[in-house]
């Protein structure tokens, strides 16, 4: 008896269509993909560009600290960037962001001339504040921007009562004097049992087995807030904006000695500008410090220039 047996019979046609078939849907595949990579970028490249643009208001407080919160609808990387080449070195900003639920990476950012952005090397989360507060050494350099995500909350120890009222008043819900928890990031002041040590009237912070000088409350905030490569960056970024600012005053007051004001002012100018273009580290701060309280009280009566 002859048997049959059973089989599936596909024609040579219907073979290749089934190739050809998978190869497409391969290709098809590989575009989204890439299409989803590019989109990231894109959205990473903008975001960067938005964040310098959402800081550009806080720049306009002359006086006091003011804060402000950004969110975003994903979980979000922010990447601070300094050098400082040229005349005002540059601040660079980078995204990255997840894209179903997959981190997208880019090597797109946005890069400003006129902002210093004081945050660890990398911050993340959906939510960051951002607490600004101007620079003054003697007149205003820039406004100095502190970036720290809402999920990390720091608590000040013993910090002075000026450095308190400033906190209370800020309101930013991540800033801390009382009610602190064991998860919190402690900011202690003239002691050093804590994550962040504080010498107020030595004007150093210790933070991650670094030092990092400061002058002014504002460059105090900034060492704490930020990884000592970006503080030592961004404080040589704003001494290349002073004496930048500096040649303008110089060039401002020659005219105003011509017309009765004292020469005494000018020389302390220049003074300061040769002093400030020599700057190393934070840790000669100090000797700079010295001139600019000299040019602060020669800056009175009828000739002043700011």
Do not use: H
Not at 29 to 44: A, C, R
């Amino acid at each position: 008896m002859n048997r049959k047996r059973g089989y599936l019979q596909i024609s040579f046609g219907w073979l290749f269509a089934i190739i050809v078939g998978i190869v497409i849907i391969a290709i098809a595949i590989y575009f989204v993909t890439k299409m989803i990579g590019t989109e990231g970028t894109l959205q990473g490249a903008k975001t960067s560009k938005e964040i310098g643009i959402l800081l550009n208001p806080l720049e306009t407080s002359f006086e006091s600290a003011v804060t402000s919160a950004v969110s975003f609808p994903e979980e979000t990387k922010i990447y601070s960037r300094c050098d400082n080449y040229g005349y005002f070195g540059t601040q660079g900003i980078k995204v990255m962001q997840k894209n179903f639920n997959k981190w997208v990476k880019t090597n797109v950012g946005a890069s400003f001339q006129n902002k210093y952005l004081f945050s660890d090397t990398q911050e993340g989360g959906k939510i960051f504040y951002i607490f600004s507060k101007p620079f003054e050494f003697p007149f205003k350099i820039a406004s100095l921007m502190y970036i720290t995500p809402a999920s990390v909350n720091y608590c000040f120890m013993n910090a002075p009562e000026d450095i308190e009222d400033e906190i209370s008043d800020l309101n930013q819900p991540n800033l801390k004097i009382e009610e602190c928890s064991e998860e919190d990031v402690f900011v202690c002041f003239e002691s050093k049992n804590c994550d962040i040590s504080v010498n107020y009237n030595a004007k150093k912070v210790e933070k991650s087995g670094q030092t990092m000088y400061f002058e002014t409350d504002a460059l105090m905030y900034a060492a704490i807030f930020s990884d000592s490569s970006t503080y030592e960056c961004q404080v040589k970024r704003l001494m290349q904006r002073q004496e930048q600012l500096l040649k303008i005053y110089l060039d401002k007051y020659t005219n105003m000695i011509s017309l009765g004001c004292d020469s005494e002012l000018s020389s302390y100018l220049l003074l300061l500008k040769n002093s400030v273009s020599g700057l190393e580290s934070s840790e000669d701060l100090y000797l700079i410090s010295n001139l600019v309280e000299e040019v602060e009280d020669k800056n009175k009566g009828d000739c002043k220039l700011w």
